[in-house]
């Protein structure tokens, strides 16, 4: 099956070579040919380039895309899509003044949504949890990683991940599984969260590893959560069972996380909303991308990665929406998009390119999605017509979406 899009006003990120990602001044160039042809065989990208330079083929297929953009699709590296029930009573508790902090203590936030997701059956949360992936590939998205960690127990950590499996199987969009067993220390461990570590590394781990049920290893290195020396601990075994790390760091507090992340040669250091210098400089020229989740500042009304500070100093940044039930209960990445250039001071560029190929790195799909090069999957985003591609960040709370194409297929809604 050969698909031709044809008469396209722009096709964005264009990559003739291959790369892994782009950091610091690199991530001001967003690659793109005005006025270009695309041609898709099968699942995959076959050729691109400008109209002048077009000899006519055999299609199945013609798109015309007149006025109108194409773009790889989004790459969402860190969500929680998996999950039961959802938190808008915490929501509303925020409202009247509560603090984060404080609803989890008392039993509310993280464990609040694995008491639910004990409760629920495989089957119930697959059907809740394919209702939120259908949400985000209609809004763009065309490879995401998905985190356990609201089960925390053995059993309900492994029905989150076998969900994640299902849904790896039934539908077109890339999907990759990580174990964060390490979110919440269970309230019957509350006494003895070396006992629940313990258990992780002896049973869970090892089980998952054998069972092939996650490629990556996360923590909550957070204050009050998993301290470094916790975190070591898990990446540790993690590693040792091939489960590469990606962890949560520097959300409310800097104790070290990063540092920890880079020792275990993390794929991404995920949250960064406080960062110290030592932090920034500890980034530079390793190989972990750091990962902004504006939605989650956003919603929580904490500080936004200090986007501008990190690229300047020519470190690499992805982001991604850290969709889950409370803290960023949105999978929505145009909006993560238009928030990152709002409130983070990010072009739409370094935005675009964060949300592409630098996302596609920190899931390790670089290879196979988050730019438009000849032989990755034909993962693609038709816009509505639009002036620019600054228009996308622009119009926030919309989206300029006009059709989705995973693996050269077009995605009804
Ligand atoms: N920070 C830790 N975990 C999630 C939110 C957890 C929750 O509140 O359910 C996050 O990435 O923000
Ligand atoms: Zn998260």
Known sequence: MVTL???????????????????????????????AYLVVEDDRILDFGLMDHFSPIQADKIIDATGKMVLPTWCDSHTHIVYAGNREGEFVDRINGMSYEEIANKGGGILNSAKKLQKTTEDDLYAQSKVRLEEIIQLGTGAVEIKSGYGLTEASELKMLRVTQR????????????????????????????????????????????????????????????????TELILKAGRKHGLTPKIHVNQFTAIGGIQAGIKYQALSVDHLEEMRDEDIDALKNTNTMPVALPGCSYFLGIPYTPARKMIDAGLPLALATDYNPGSAPSGNMNFVISTACIKMKMTPEEAINAATINGAYAMGLEKEVGSITVGKKANLLLTKPMSSYAFIPYTFGDHQIEKVYLQGKEINP
């Open 167 to 230: 849904l790896k199987e039934h539908y077109p969009i890339e999907i990759k599984a990580t174990f964060l067993g390490a979110h919440a220390v269970p309230s019957q461990y509350k006494n003895n969260k070396g006992a629940y570590l313990q258990m992780l590394i002896d049973e869970v781990i090892p089980k998952i590893a054998s069972e092939r049920l996650a490629e990556y290893i996360d923590v909550f290195c957070e204050t009050g959560y998993f301290s470094v020396a916790d």
């Open 5 to 35: 899009f044809k008469n396209i006003k722009e096709l964005v990120q264009v990559r003739t070579e291959p790369i892994s990602f782009v950091s610091g001044i690199q991530m001001k160039e967003l690659p793109t040919l005005k006025n």
